[in-house]
């Protein structure tokens, strides 16, 4: 029992001698959702393809807690998402979302000091959407979740990243298709490539 203390306790000392950071970035999102069939028709096929735009609107902040070569870092953002629909016409869909991230990295390489790395990322999200633009609000779901995976380096407290992230819920309801006689609805899955620049604070 007593060597079992004594794991704890030297665990708890290595994560409070590791480093801990909060940092603040700003990025580039390029964002759109997958066409949606129905009953194997693409929306794409009668003439409104999803395409991808570019949203200026994405900040967050992060907590780090370094443990040798292996970041966990929490953080909060918010986003604007969403597809550019290819109709003349028709404008882009841009809704916004307070997301929630928690992502693991591993840093291929990390100099002695601890003040330049670069590594793999990934990990999961969930997003609350705030607002939905255009879109009828009983027509779309509030809430995505979805995975993310990219690269992350830092220079000193620079903090750079770049990845592409994937969700797993539809976000536009089917149930006026299925009323409508559709028996299967497949898209409107959220897909973005993100550009992210930051600023980290030692603790």
Request: positive net charge; proline residues 2%.
């Given at each position: ?38 009953d ?5 096929d ?31 953002s ?7 629909v ?7 869909w841009?809704?916004k ?6 992502l ?58 770049a ?16 009323e ?24």
């Open positions: 029992m007593k060597k079992l203390f004594m794991v704890i306790a030297l665990a708890a000392m290595t994560m409070s001698a590791n480093a801990q950071k909060v940092g603040v970035w700003y990025g580039l999102g390029f964002n759109k959702i997958t066409n949606m069939k129905v194997g028709v693409s929306t794409a009668l003439g409104a393809s999803m395409k991808m735009y570019c949203s200026p609107v994405n900040f967050g902040v992060t907590y780090t807690q370094e443990m040798g070569k292996f970041d966990l870092t929490g953080g909060l918010y986003r604007q998402k969403g597809s550019k290819d109709v003349e016409g028709t404008e882009a841009k809704p979302f307070l997301q929630l991230d928690v693991g990295t591993y840093n291929f390489y990390k100099n002695d000091e601890g003040t330049s790395k670069f590594g793999i990322q990934t990990g999961p999200y969930v997003a609350l959407m705030t607002g939905t633009d255009s879109a009828d609000k009983d027509a779309v779901r509030k809430c995505d979740v979805g995975w993310q995976v990219g690269v992350a380096a830092a220079v000193s407290n620079v903090t750079f990243s990845g592409y992230e994937f969700g797993f819920v539809k976000l536009y309801k089917d149930e006026m298709f299925k409508l006689g559709a028996a299967k609805v497949k898209g409107t899955l959220n897909q973005g490539i993100y550009i992210k620049v930051g600023y980290q604070f030692g603790l």
